[in-house]
């Protein structure tokens, strides 16, 4: 026992000896301006061998190239036009078979609803109504916004507007078409409205006109209606569905004015008791109402003013100096100038106003990247190839930052007396001109300042009136032919 009690203790006196671990020398880490190059170099060196950098380029052009090409939407429902289509600047020479139809010639349309833009390009589609969609201007919007991707809902009470002039459109999914007046309420839902419901025909001026085939009191109260009415059901409609709001007003609003040319800041000069007070003072409450309903409602609103306008789809005898004089000519009567023929207009083509064309400055890139592999036509004279983004003068307005007024017109100004020359030249030489006495309240001048649309939408007209009129005719003699038949 006492020799294990030795034992014991021996152990617990034991000290177990421990040693500690020397501390590692700090490694130098290399400086970073010494492993950059050895890094530059071995990836330079990587891409060089076995011709990676070659393989890398190739699948670089190979990728872009799909990107451009690529379709994301198809339609086989109506045509496609070279005018509609950002792809057809980089691909000319691809036609479907109905693109006949073009402001060229054919039904003269400015566009169908297929489209092929490229993937990279695309936009996100938009429900959008429009009032008056069956009309002369409406109807070529609709084409327009359809071509771009648009769901696009017409409301149209078939007035004064033609079920022929979106008849093109039955067939698209993306089209649909209300038979309804805008003076009583409707319920949608949508992102955008284009309000261009308004019946604006001067012949209705007038009851002692030859041309007024209806009752002018009731034409003029549906008139006023649609103006005020209508505007208040449509700016309902944006308030409650949050939706953007676009007023297509007039230069009428104007009135016969005392500033020339007129600019958005002028108030006009207007009887608001006259014949025409109707249409002139209709569109300045419209104008009136919507600023209201933006003030006080906060609905995002645009307003237009739209000066003489003309092209296919317009109606034969709605009483507008163009058409008049082109169907008076075809159909072999005397134009009619009222008064001594010297009040000036300005006259801008449909496709101005609805196609207009603006640069981005992604375009460049392109034009820069890929001349080696599409052959890029110039912009030719019937507006046929487009530059590769097309901006509306309606759909920049509706989609940029400034709510406007905005003139939407051409600066070049005629008399009436030189329009008829011009009609003359292009329709029939041996045209003759009748003097009438001249209506009441006519404007003496007419001409936009467009410098605030230039500077603010990048925007202004291209189609001269020597240009525009022949595509007008042709349209006119195939309607006025058939009529006949």
Same mark, same amino acid.
């Given at each position: ?7 014991s ?6 000290q ?14 290399p ?5 950059s190059?050895s ?10 061998r ?6 890398? *380029?190739?699948g ?7 990107f451009?090409l690529?379709p994301y ?7 496609l ?13 691809f ?10 010639g054919g039904?003269a349309?400015?566009g ?6 490229p993937?990279?390009l ?5 429900r959008?109504?429009?009032?008056g969609?069956a009309?002369f201007?409406?109807?070529?919007l ?8 648009d ?6 009470n078939f ?5 022929e ?13 209300i038979?309804?007046d ?15 419901a ?5 012949v ?6 030859s041309f007024?085939f ?5 034409f ?8 005020v ?5 449509? *700016?309902? *409609?944006a ?7 676009l007023l297509?007003?007039t230069s009428e609003?104007?009135g016969?004015p005392?500033?020339h ?12 008791i006259?014949?025409r007070?109707c249409?002139?003072e209709g569109?300045r409450t ?10 006080g409602?906060e ?9 003489n ?12 100096v163009?058409s ?11 134009m ?17 106003l ?8 992604f375009?460049?890139?392109i034009d820069l990247?890929y001349p080696?592999?599409f052959?890029?036509p ?8 487009m530059k ?8 920049a *307005? ?8 905005f003139?939407?017109g ?11 020359e011009?009609v ?5 030489p ?8 001249n209506?009441?309240d006519?404007?003496h001048m007419r001409k ?5 649309a ?5 925007w202004?007209?291209?189609v001269?009136?020597r240009?525009g009129l022949?595509?007008?005719?042709t349209?006119?003699s195939?309607?006025?032919?058939s009529?006949?038949?």
């Open positions: 026992m006492k020799q294990l009690h030795k034992q203790s021996l152990n617990q006196n034991q177990i000896p421990t040693y500690a671990a020397k501390p590692a020398k700090p490694q130098a880490r400086s970073s301006a010494s492993s190059p890094f530059l170099r071995a990836a330079a060196g990587y891409l060089l076995e011709q990676r950098l070659l393989f890398v *380029l190739a670089a052009v190979i990728a872009s190239t799909f451009l690529h939407y198809h339609s086989s429902t109506s045509g036009q070279p005018s509609d289509h950002l792809a057809h600047r980089l691909l000319p020479t036609r479907h078979p109905s693109s006949a139809s073009s402001f060229g039904d349309t400015i169908g609803s297929g489209k092929r833009v993937v990279g695309k936009k996100p589609s938009k959008v109504v429009v009032t969609g009309g201007v409406g109807s070529h609709v084409d327009k916004l359809l071509a771009r991707g769901s696009v809902i017409v409301i149209d007035f004064t507007g033609r079920k002039n979106v008849v093109h459109h039955f067939g698209n999914p993306r089209f649909e078409l038979r309804h805008v003076v009583e309420p409707i319920l949608l839902e949508v992102d955008e409205i284009y309000h261009l308004c019946p604006a025909s001067p209705h001026y007038n009851k002692d006109d007024c209806i009752d002018c009191f009731k003029l109260t549906i008139e006023y209606k649609t103006n009415m209508g505007t208040l059901n449509m *700016l309902g *409609l308030k409650r569905i949050g939706a953007r709001f297509t007003s609003v104007y016969d005392l500033e040319p007129q600019k958005e800041t002028y108030w006009g000069h207007v009887n608001p006259g014949v007070s249409y002139d569109k419209a104008e009136t109402l919507t600023m209201d309903y933006h003030r409602a609905v995002e609103v645009r307003i237009a003013r739209i000066f306008t003309y092209g296919p789809r317009m109606c034969l005898d709605d009483g507008r163009v008049n004089f082109v169907a008076q000519a075809l159909r072999k009567e005397p009619t100038v009222y008064g001594d023929g010297k009040q000036t207009r300005s006259f801008q083509y449909v496709s101005d609805v196609l207009n064309h603006v640069l981005v400055p375009i460049f890139t990247i080696f592999i052959e890029l110039e912009r030719t004279s019937d507006d046929r190839y590769i983004c097309q901006v509306d003068g309606l759909v *307005l509706m989609e940029g930052e400034h709510m406007g007024p003139n939407l051409n600066p070049g100004e005629f008399t009436m007396l030189e329009l008829a011009v003359k030249e292009v329709v029939d041996s045209a003759t001109i009748e003097f009438r006495p209506t009441a006519d404007p936009p300042d467009i410098s605030k230039k500077e603010q939408l990048n202004e007209p291209k001269t009136l240009e022949p595509r007008m005719v349209d006119f195939k309607r006025i032919l009529a006949e038949k």
